[in-house]
Structures are given as C-alpha cells and as structure tokens.
C-alpha cells in the first residue's frame, strides 16, 4: 500500500530538491515521516495584530499588517544588509536582514499587503525589526489561516537563505494533512500500550502538537511523544541486553576457594562496609547465574571500589581464570597495580603492568606470559585492549572509572576470550538515574552509597582570585602540620599555550610565595617519564605541593595530601569539581577544598560554587549538574557510544515518563521475546526504522 510517510520530502509542493537537500543536511528531515516527527518548540498566539504606535520595547514577537517600501541594499561584506521600511496608518518601522538577500530582492513586493511577525527593537526613537517573517495577504481573508495559534520550529541559518522558515514548515505539515485527507497515520504503538499508559492515538498526537486548536492540547500530544521517545529509545537498549545474554553463557564461578578465604580472613586490613557487603553479594549472585556479568559499579570518589575489584578478580583466580584491571591513565593503572600487586603478593599470584610505556624484550616476556597463563592478573591502560595482547583464560575483566571509556573499548574486553568475561565496570561519577537508564541502560548497577567509617567531610570554601591570602594561610598551615596540598589549574585542551602559561605563572607564584617549600609541576604535555616521576616525588613526599593540571584526576591516592585548591574553579564542571575534590579526605584528616574564582562571576558560576561548598554528596552534585548543564555536557555522554538525541524527553524533567517506558519495554520484551505477536508488529517496525537513523547497537555484540 501506498503510505504518504514514506514519501521523499522533496515532492511535497514548492520543496524541491534543493531545499531537500538542505532539510535533510539541517534537519534530518527526508521523508514525510522525518517531517511529522519535527516538532515545534513553542506556539504563537496570531490572534493579535498590533499597530505601529502600539509598539513598546518589552513586546515580545508581535504581528504587524502593512506594506513594504523603500527595500535598499548597504553596506558591504559582513556588515552587508538589506533594510526596507515597514508601514500602517499609524507609523513605519525599519526592516533589516543580513542573510538571504537576493532571494528577498527577488521576492518582495513594494505596496502589497504583508502580514508580519517579529520581535521590535528600539533604536533611538524609532522601532526596527530583524528578520520578519512576512506573509502575503492575498485576496482571501486573513482569518482563518494565518490568525490563531501557530507552531513554532527551529530553523538555522542556512534554512533562512532558501526561504525555509518556520512559517514554511508548517505550511508543509498542513499540507500533509490536508492529503492524508480521511486516512490515519497508523500508530507505532498496540492499542494495549495507550490504553495502559493513557496515551493518545499517534495520528491525534502528531495533529495535536503541530496544530493544536488551542494550548490544552498540547501536553497531551507531548506526553506521547516523549513517552514514545522514550520507549523506543529503552527498548533498543533492553532488547540489546537480552539479545546478549541470549547468545552468551557466563562463566560460572561457584567455587569461593582459598584465596578468597584467606584474603578475606587474613589480609583484608578492615571491616567491608555494609554497602561494600552487599555489592560483593550482587557480584556473587551474577558470577554463579550463568550469565555474563556485566555490572555497573557506582561508588562515590574514596567509597572503597578497589577492593571490591580485588575480591572479585580474587574469585575468578579462585576457579581457575585469569583477570585484568584496566584505568584510563598510566599514574592510575601504576597504582592499581602497586595495591593490586601488594595484596596478591601475599597470596602468591603474579601480577604485572602493561601499559604503553612497556616495550620491546619486557612486553614480549608479558605477552607471552599471559599466553602461557602464568600472569593471574593483568593491570594496565587501554593497551591491554590491544590486539597482540591475549589471554590463555581471561574470565573476568575490571574498568576503572568507566567514563573515560566507551562502550568499543568494552565490546573488545569481550572478545579476549571465547566467551565474553565477567565485566564489572567502576565509576566514580555518580550519574543521576535517568542518565544511568540510557547511557549505562545495558548494564546493570551496584552503589556504593556509604563511606568507610572515621572519614571527615573535606571542608569547601569559595574564595576569591584576587584574595588568596587565605588559601596561602591554609597552604602553610597543612603543610605545616606535616601535609601536602594540591593546586590544579584547569587546561581544557592540553595544548592551549595560554592554558599552560597560567600553569607556569601559577608555579612561579607559588615558588615565591614559600621558598621555603617543595613545590612539583605537572602537565600532560610533559614525557610520561617525567610525569611519573614528579608523582613519585608527590606520593613519597619529597614535594610539598603539586602545581598541576587535571592529569591527576582521577583516582589518584595520596591519603597524606589535604589540601585541593583549584583555580578557575568556574571553567570547571560540577563533575569535575567533585572528583578533584576527592583527589583529599582519603585520610583521617580534616581536607580542605579551596574553590578559587574572580569576583566577578555569572549567576550559573555562583550556583555552583554554593552546591559545591553545601554538599559532598556525589549524587546530589549530579542531579543539580544535570539540571544545570543539560545531559549533552555531562562527562560520559559523549564517549558513552551513544548519541542521547532527545528530541521531546528531557532527562532532567521527564524521569517518570522514562521509568515507565522501561517498564513498558521490559514488560513487551517478556510479553513477546520472538515478536511473534500480530499486535506488536508496528512497534518492532518503528525499532527498526530508529535502528537505520539512530544508535547502531549491533556494533556491540
Ligand atoms: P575509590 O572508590 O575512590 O576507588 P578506594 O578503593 O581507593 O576508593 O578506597 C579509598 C580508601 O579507603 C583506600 O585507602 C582503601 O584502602 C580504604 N578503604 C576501602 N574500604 C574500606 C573500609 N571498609 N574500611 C576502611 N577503609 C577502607
Ligand atoms: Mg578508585
């Protein structure tokens, strides 16, 4: 059958095939269907028309009826524009553009009638204009098709230059209704479906929310989008993870042996948390479930993550597999390994480190080592996903601090043995629930939501760039009392000159600020042997403070430093404030975080800061940073593999909708795990339709 949505846009009336082009180059738009599923961002009320006189400066977007005169094209290069004025009975007012003008040389028209909608500008004392959307009135009345309400839908620049505006959108998806005439979009959703969720039909969603006939329509139309978007978006997620545990048996590991008991009765040097108590029993239940685990393990920063990786590695070893570690940086994977290696020590295993500074006749007695199954345990960078690094019997597979990493580097872990290994990946960046549902939706998630006992929360005070004499004070007085302090400057890309000469001001500072004092520098443009080595220096405490950039961000253990001062505290995100200030307080020691700013800051900064000073509480600082940054900026979302392109969900307002919408995936996916049901039958093909545009999740499995 014929279905109008498949058609291509460009045979919809006076589209074309070049502004087809440019919609689908701007907006993704291709077909009938892509056009329907673009929706507006906001509505007009049309039913106004003001007059010139009537013109105040606070108006927002007014319509105006009169004629055009007067069009002159001035100036030349980027400041070339067209301008025209603009009159009724009562006054003129000035139109201006500066994009789009030879096509509005060609097509205005002196002394016609004109319908107008813009946003006034006071100039001095006269008001202009720019870029209008003008509308001829022809012989017909105005009425009914231009007054009323009215969507309004993004445009870009590009799209203003081919005339494609807002107006010519809508003008579109009327006319698409006008031919589908009597027949209904068909709904990509069982009718069980809307009745359970109390959901409008598509074809009503979709009229509703393009040309709602008044605004109590509309959030009806847009609770069924979002849910859809939302469903859709879970159900490519959950019907992924089922696929894999379809296709992969886990290892089984139901023997907790000797090493295991001795570690845990001999050697573990505390009490687990009941937290750590619990996550380890999560753990226990996926390694004996016969399928794989893959496990998200949320802890905030100094929670206790390590050892619960080491006991889980210990478990595997225990039933005759090998494990590996892998963090994103060498000064991490380093101490992984000198905890690890300690620890494993003592129970006789071998350990090693693999990391990109190992070369030649080393890596290749570890290669084969491995090979050989002599290596119990490898820790490393993402060297160890390499192809020449394998395995004699890799059954279970650790990521530090998951968010440096993407789900490919994930998917290739997997492929180190012929049946993927237990993966339990570790993040230190709590991640609000709506963001874990989507980005880490696959996986399931273990927190650590407890702090070992005797820990005092690190004091945060916002101080001002241009009064540092406190944070001198501090720095003295730690340092003093026999601590060590850091003082992190940010570098957003590492080789941005002027990022680095901060750096090197900010040291020089320092030096002549305690010349009495043992001062480090450290920068990832710096050999990664003498990156090392500074750390080395900081970690035995031969230096006293470390002027550096954020390479030690992550995960870096010095329980003797109590004292994070970072400068250009606003240039950092809320994530990034909270993990550096986790870089103290790993001791039993009063920490101290120094946030420095100017004093001269936005509203958002000051927010900020004032989150950061009230609250230590990792997931607390997510929410609020999701709430204030969107999900596109938090870190993880790019790297995650996946493209979180909401169209009408939002993560931050919408988790209700998205706890539901899991629900409802889930619920179909055991309903109908072969999609054998005739009334599911739409949905499948809406997955599959999404499949083709969006997120390619076979690239996992
Ligand atoms: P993170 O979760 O940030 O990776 P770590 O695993 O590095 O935290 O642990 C932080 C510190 O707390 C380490 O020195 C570790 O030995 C210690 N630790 C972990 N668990 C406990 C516990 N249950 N009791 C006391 N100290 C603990
Ligand atoms: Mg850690």
Request: aromatic share 8%.
């Amino acid at each position: 059958m014929y279905n109008l949505l498949d058609q291509h846009i460009q045979y919809l009336p006076s589209v074309g095939p070049s502004r087809a082009l440019t919609l689908a180059a701007e907006l993704d738009i291709r077909n009938v269907r892509d056009l329907l599923f673009y929706f507006p961002y906001r509505y007009i009320d049309r039913s106004t028309i003001y007059t010139v006189n009537q013109l105040r400066e606070d108006m927002p977007y007014v319509q105006l009826r009169g004629r055009i005169s007067d069009i002159s094209e001035l100036g030349v290069g980027r400041s070339r524009r067209l301008e025209a004025n603009f009159a009724d009975d009562t006054g003129i007012v000035r139109l201006v553009w500066f994009a789009g003008i030879s096509y509005l040389k060609k097509t205005l028209r002196k002394e016609a009638d004109y319908l107008l909608l813009g946003k006034p500008v006071l100039f001095n004392t006269a008001f202009s204009i720019s870029h209008p959307e003008l509308e001829l009135i022809t012989s017909e009345s105005v009425q009914s098709e231009m007054l009323g309400l009215h969507p309004v839908y993004h445009t870009t620049e590009k799209m203003k230059r081919q005339n494609l505006t807002s107006r010519f959108i809508e003008k579109l998806v009327v006319e698409v209704f006008r031919q589908l005439g009597t027949q209904r979009v068909a709904d990509t959703l069982s009718d069980e479906l809307r009745l359970q969720y109390q959901l409008l039909p598509l074809h009503d969603a979709l009229q509703r929310i393009h040309l709602p006939a008044n605004m109590q329509e509309v959030p009806m139309a847009q609770y069924r989008h979002k849910f859809e978007e939302l469903f859709f978006l879970q159900l490519g997620i959950l019907s992924f993870a089922r696929k894999r545990e379809g296709k992969y048996r886990g290892f089984i590991f139901n023997k907790v042996g000797r090493l295991f008991h001795r570690f845990y009765n001999d050697i573990l040097p505390f009490q687990l948390t009941d937290a750590q108590k619990r996550v380890m029993q999560e753990i226990r239940n996926d390694l004996v479930s016969g399928r794989q685990m893959n496990r998200l393990l949320q802890g905030d920063v100094g929670s206790g993550k390590t050892i619960v990786a080491i006991m889980t590695m210990l478990l595997a070893i225990d039933n005759g597999y090998q494990a590996c570690l892998m963090a994103p940086t060498e000064i991490l994977a380093e101490q992984h390994y000198v905890s690890v290696s300690r620890i494993m020590g003592q129970l006789g295993l071998h350990v090693e480190l693999l990391t990109g500074i190992v070369k030649g006749k080393r890596r290749e007695a570890i290669l084969n080592a491995l090979q050989g199954g002599e290596i119990n345990v490898l820790v490393g960078t993402h060297a160890l996903i390499e192809a020449p690094v394998r395995f004699r019997n890799l059954g279970c597979a650790v990521i530090d601090e998951q968010h440096r990493f993407g789900v490919e580097q994930r998917a290739k872990l997997w492929r180190k043995n012929t049946n993927p290994p237990h993966i339990l990946v570790m993040t230190a960046t709590p991640i609000p629930r709506t963001l874990a549902m989507t980005v880490y939706g696959d996986l399931d998630i273990s927190i650590i939501n407890q702090l070992p006992p005797g820990r005092k929360p690190i004091k945060t005070v916002h101080l001002y760039e241009e009064r540092n004499e406190s944070l001198v004070q501090l720095i003295r007085h730690e340092v003093n009392a026999g601590h060590q302090a850091y003082v992190v400057y940010p570098l957003i890309k590492e080789s941005e000159k002027s990022d680095l000469r901060d750096l090197e001001q900010g040291f020089d500072t320092m030096c002549a600020t305690f010349p009495d004092l043992r001062i480090g520098k450290l920068h990832g443009k710096m050999k990664d042997k003498d990156k090392n080595e500074i750390m080395q220096l900081f970690l035995s405490h031969q230096l006293d403070i470390l002027v550096s950039t954020t390479v030690i961000e992550v995960g870096v253990d010095v329980p003797n430093a109590s004292v994070m001062a970072i400068v250009n505290a606003d240039r950092f995100g809320l994530a990034q404030l909270h993990q550096l200030r986790g870089r103290v307080g790993r001791g039993a020691e009063q920490s101290y975080c120094a946030l420095m700013t100017g004093m001269k800051m936005s509203d958002n900064t000051r927010k900020r800061m004032e989150i950061m000073v009230s609250t230590t509480d990792g997931f607390v600082i997510a929410e609020e940073d999701l709430r204030l940054r969107g999900p596109g900026d938090i870190e993880g979302t790019q790297q995650s593999g996946l493209f979180l392109n909401l169209k009408v969900a939002s993560l931050t307002r919408d988790s209700e909708i998205m706890e539901s919408a899991r629900q409802a995936a889930s619920n179909l996916l055991d309903a109908d795990p072969d999609r054998h049901l005739p009334q599911n039958q739409p949905i499948w093909t809406r997955l599959a339709q999404l499949r083709k545009t969006n997120v390619d999740w076979s690239a996992i499995s």
